[in-house]
């Protein structure tokens, strides 16, 4: 059997894949799109840091509430794992208390859940990152 | 500061910002980040629309 009847072949892995491989999740996990941007995927990059932080700055706007760690209610639990996707917005947020005071919009749970979205999506901007780190993708 | 968005307007942000995160993470090539982005996009609003009616028919 021929390889051709096994689907495309996979793009050779970079040079220093092992290094970036580590790397990239890690830096794309505390600066969204920066696991991108250190590959040069410069516009991907751009697009999602955009994207991402758009949507944490936009939750925080419309008074959105920040989960912290803690051991309760499952639904806090897992806002407090999406929250902490968003790396560096979640840990800046809460060394300056933003999103933890009283709620008084009407609107502000959706301001929640963009954050926790956003922490979301960037645990796939993650992944996309580590995939394109190995060779996975292009 | 504060930013109030109204209901659809939220769900436009988030539709927006969602299918550009999905487009550039679920496909390979440029052409299909860009088809499957804007996919996801009308998938989005149009699923808002769709649930909206629904509720409204229901309510009646």
Known sequence: MTNSTLGKPKPPAPPNAGTLAI???????????????????????????????TLFVLGLLMQGHIYKANGGDILDMLGFIGDLGAG?????????????????????DYGTKFMIVAGLLNFIAVADAYHIAIGKKQ | MTVQLTHFSAALVFALF???????????????????????????????????????????
């Open chain 1, 23 to 53: 790397l990239a999740p890690a830096v794309g996990w505390i600066i969204p799109g920066a696991g991108h941007i250190i590959q040069k995927r410069w516009i991907r990059g751009g697009l999602l840091l955009a994207s991402i932080g």
């Open chain 1, 88 to 108: 560096a917005f979640y840990i800046v947020s809460l060394a300056m208390n933003w999103g933890l005071g009283a709620i008084a919009l009407a609107t502000a």
């Open chain 2, 18 to 60: 969602a299918s550009i995160v999905f487009g550039i993470t679920h496909r390979e090539s440029v052409r299909d980040m860009v088809r499957y982005g804007l996919c996801c996009f009308v998938m989005f609003l149009g699923g808002v629309l769709v649930a909206g009616w629904a509720m409204w028919l229901v309510r009646r």
